[in-house]
């Protein structure tokens, strides 16, 4: 699906081609035949390895056939010595490396990866690093990469500080590289974040950040990334709710009540009126039909005694 | 080149008839997703509503293929498996049942209880859904599979829709979109997944603030160059033309697009020779770029949204045409 180039044929070739097809399916038909019956015989060894590897080979999105290999390492785990273990994990890796090599988009080949990585003894790290260093040389927008690259610093003893200068020379070396920028978002937050906001960066880093992407635009106005970026540094976080204003008129008995946030009637309606201590029973109704309103207005009892007096406390608890 | 381009409408029926009757050898790396490829067919022509190009004898026999593939009873229920199959496939439990709603099929056979079981076993502790239950990724494309199964059974009862969409929320990007997770890069697929499932869950605007709204409707309308890209700084693909415009008409906003570039973009990756559509334009008739079946269902979807050429209107929410969602609301009755 991701852009097959098609050949012009001769009638000769094409005929050539489909004898060849013809045998290239009857060998995976077979071979598609024997993984199943070892699959539901449960039986777990070299043999299935080897006819699963074929499968593969020739079909790296096969899911339940990476299923069997899973299964077969769980198996080993409970049967085979460390050093075996080892052996065999180490070559499956270099087995799922050339799968990726042929289908680096593929999510079963990186979600098998992950699986070996968390079951084998003693998972080599750097080296995944190094691997997601080759992946996005190939391709720096491969996101698959990028996720798997996060998962692996997220289990290794990898520091945040060390990724975000893996990034900084990213994009250092290419400023339009989006999936830098990304990355940068996230661990940003984790090293420096506003206490506010744990989504958000704290005001010390925020400002080094501008910098940086400033430089990014000045070089390069017409890449998104920069810009994106930047109308996220520039940006609050989401707003606390309050009350802006609350204007009470005796003489209508009503309440306008204006917010800092939108809100829907829905949500109005959780707020309650208490007036000396009593709660009062109100229904909120917006100034226009539109959905989202900045002021609601409550009608209260007119003959609430409490209008008389000169001093009332008036307390509202917004959600 | 300033030449315009024609909607090639009969060669798109072929393409897609020929499709179910053979799949050709470049889709043996799909030969585990067959129902997804026989799904964009039917759909396919269904929008381009040439469903009448598919003999009645063999629309049964569709069906008939389709219910083969049930699979009653997995791991996590006390019911004996009915076939060979291990294990369902939620993308499959999805275009299965879409299919057979395109179909005019009454579900009748469709064990629902099953069904849902099945799905229900599949979410995770943290909202989202994996594909089987013998195990795979797990993202936000089969959070939308979900939906889609409870929407199509009517029946959101199997699912944790809070933690489903505390999922999505946490997937939201530091550019207001959606990536397939927590972490993960915003992209036009999973944003429409996003999308989809919350409007399906009914809990779009009630979730989502009306900042968080409007920097998502950005995020989408800057997909379009010509056609639409899936991330900033990728090339058109035709396939967004459905992914990105389907999120648009979600959030309202559909009425932005430049339906003139959108529509040449996405005729100029027809193959005016075979029919169907690639991903990327044809640079010469001598065709660099195969169409496939999955371009070729989003190329059309792409311009029904923009009700072109006498096309069904699609149901931006199941991907599936108005009609067969109709039939649907029939079925709910």
């Given at each position: 699906m991701h852009g097959r180039l098609k050949v012009k044929t001769t009638a000769e070739q094409a005929e050539e081609k489909r004898k060849h097809r013809e045998k290239k399916l009857k060998l995976f038909q077979g071979a598609k035949a024997a993984a199943f019956k070892k699959i539901t015989a449960k039986e777990y060894d070299r043999e299935g390895l080897h006819i699963t590897q074929e499968i593969l080979t020739a079909n790296s999105?096969?899911?339940?056939?990476?299923?069997?290999?899973?299964?077969?390492?769980?198996?080993?785990?409970?049967?085979?010595?460390?050093?075996?273990?080892?052996?065999?994990?180490?070559?499956?890796?270099?087995?799922?490396?050339?799968?990726?090599?042929?289908?680096?988009?593929?999510?079963?080949?990186?979600?098998?990866?992950?699986?070996?990585?968390?079951?084998?003894?003693?998972?080599?790290?750097?080296?995944?690093?190094?691997?997601?260093?080759?992946?996005?040389?190939?391709?720096e927008r491969n996101f698959h990469c990028w996720d798997y690259r996060r998962f692996v610093v997220q289990h290794s003893a990898v520091l945040p500080g060390d990724e975000i200068n893996f990034t900084h020379k990213l994009i250092e070396n290419n400023?339009?590289?989006?999936?830098?920028?990304?990355?940068?978002?996230?661990?940003?937050?984790?090293?420096?974040?506003?206490?506010?906001?744990?989504?958000?960066?704290?005001?010390?880093?925020?400002?080094?950040?501008?910098?940086?992407?400033q430089n990014a635009f000045f070089t390069d106005p017409n890449d998104q990334s920069a810009w994106f970026y930047h109308r996220w540094l520039l940006g609050r976080g989401e707003t606390k709710q309050s009350i802006t204003c609350l204007h009470v008129s005796k003489p209508d008995s009503r309440l306008t009540c204006t917010l800092r946030k939108r809100v829907s009637l829905a949500q109005c309606s959780s707020m309650k009126v208490y007036v000396n201590g009593q709660q009062q029973n109100v229904t909120w109704t917006g100034v226009d039909d539109q959905k989202y309103q900045h002021a609601c207005i409550a009608s209260l009892l007119k003959s609430n005694s409490l209008w008389d007096t000169t001093r009332c406390q008036l307390s509202l608890h917004p959600r | 080149?300033?030449?315009?381009?024609?909607?090639?409408?009969?060669?798109?029926?072929?393409?897609?008839?020929?499709?179910?009757?053979?799949?050709?050898?470049?889709?043996?790396?799909?030969?585990?997703?067959?129902?997804?490829?026989?799904?964009?067919?039917?759909?396919?022509?269904?929008?381009?509503?040439?469903?009448?190009?598919?003999?009645?004898?063999?629309?049964?026999?569709?069906?008939?293929?389709?219910?083969?593939?049930?699979?009653?009873?997995?791991?996590?229920?006390?019911?004996?498996?009915?076939?060979?199959?291990?294990?369902?496939?939620?993308?499959?439990?999805?275009?299965?049942?879409a299919s057979l709603l395109i179909l005019g099929d009454d579900l009748r056979r469709v064990?629902?209880?099953?069904?849902?079981?099945?799905?229900?076993?599949?979410?995770?502790?943290?909202?989202?859904?994996?594909?089987?239950?013998?195990?795979?990724?797990?993202?936000?494309?089969?959070?939308?599979?979900?939906?889609?199964?409870?929407?199509?059974?009517?029946?959101?009862?199997?699912?944790?829709?809070?933690?489903?969409?505390?999922?999505?929320?946490?997937?939201?990007?530091?550019?207001?979109?959606?990536?397939?997770?927590?972490?993960?890069?915003?992209h036009g697929g999973s944003t429409y997944c996003a999308c989809a499932s919350l409007q399906l869950m009914g809990r779009l605007t009630t979730t989502l603030s009306p900042k968080q709204l409007k920097r998502l409707e950005y995020w989408c309308i800057s997909r379009q160059r010509n056609?639409?890209?899936?991330?900033?700084?990728?090339?058109?693909?035709?396939?967004?033309?459905?992914?990105?415009?389907?999120?648009?008409?979600?959030?309202?906003?559909?009425?932005?697009?430049?339906?003139?570039?959108?529509?040449?973009?996405?005729?100029?990756?027809?193959?005016?020779?075979?029919?169907?559509?690639?991903?990327?334009?044809?640079?010469?008739?001598?065709?660099?770029?195969?169409?496939?079946?999955?371009?070729?269902?989003?190329?059309?979807?792409?311009?029904?949204?923009?009700?072109?050429h006498s096309l069904q209107p699609v149901d931006?929410?199941?991907?599936?045409?108005?009609?067969?969602?109709?039939?649907?609301?029939?079925l709910h009755e």
């Open positions: 999105d096969y899911y339940t056939i990476w299923n069997y290999r899973k299964n077969t390492f769980l198996h080993y785990k409970s049967t085979k010595s460390t050093e075996e273990l080892l052996e065999s994990f180490q070559a499956e890796l270099s087995f799922i490396q050339n799968c990726l090599k042929n289908n680096p988009k593929s999510y079963s080949c990186w979600n098998h990866r992950c699986f070996v990585l968390l079951t084998m003894p003693e998972p080599d790290w750097k080296k995944e690093l190094q691997l997601c260093n080759l992946f996005l040389q190939y391709d400023f339009s590289n989006y999936s830098s920028w990304h990355h940068r978002s996230k661990l940003l937050p984790i090293q420096c974040p506003d206490l506010n906001d744990p989504n958000r960066i704290g005001e010390k880093m925020l400002l080094e950040e501008l910098e940086l992407v | 080149t300033g030449m315009e381009n024609t909607f090639e409408r009969k060669k798109h029926i072929r393409f897609f008839t020929r499709i179910l009757q053979i799949l050709p050898s470049r889709y043996a790396i799909l030969d585990t997703s067959r129902l997804t490829v026989a799904f964009f067919a039917l759909s396919g022509l269904g929008v381009l509503d040439a469903l009448d190009a598919i003999p009645d004898k063999d629309k049964q026999e569709i069906i008939e293929w389709i219910y083969t593939l049930q699979v009653v009873g997995n791991k996590a229920s006390d019911m004996e498996t009915t076939n060979n199959y291990d294990c369902s496939h939620i993308a499959m439990t999805y275009t299965g049942l064990n629902k209880h099953a069904c849902l079981e099945g799905i229900k076993a599949l979410q995770l502790p943290d909202g989202s859904f994996k594909s089987s239950y013998d195990g795979s990724e797990n993202d936000m494309r089969f959070i939308y599979c979900a939906c889609c199964v409870c929407t199509m059974l009517d029946d959101f009862s199997a699912i944790n829709q809070a933690t489903a969409t505390n999922f999505i929320m946490k997937s939201l990007c530091h550019d207001g979109a959606f990536g397939q997770g927590p972490g993960h890069e915003s056609g639409f890209n899936g991330r900033p700084h990728k090339d058109d693909d035709t396939c967004y033309s459905f992914w990105v415009g389907a999120s648009l008409k979600i959030l309202g906003i559909f009425d932005l697009v430049d339906f003139k570039e959108n529509e040449n973009f996405v005729l100029s990756t027809q193959d005016i020779i075979v029919g169907g559509f690639a991903k990327w334009p044809q640079i010469n008739p001598g065709n660099i770029f195969a169409a496939d079946a999955l371009h070729s269902y989003m190329g059309v979807c792409g311009l029904a949204l923009m009700s072109l931006p929410t199941l991907n599936i045409s108005e009609r067969a969602r109709l039939h649907m609301q029939t």
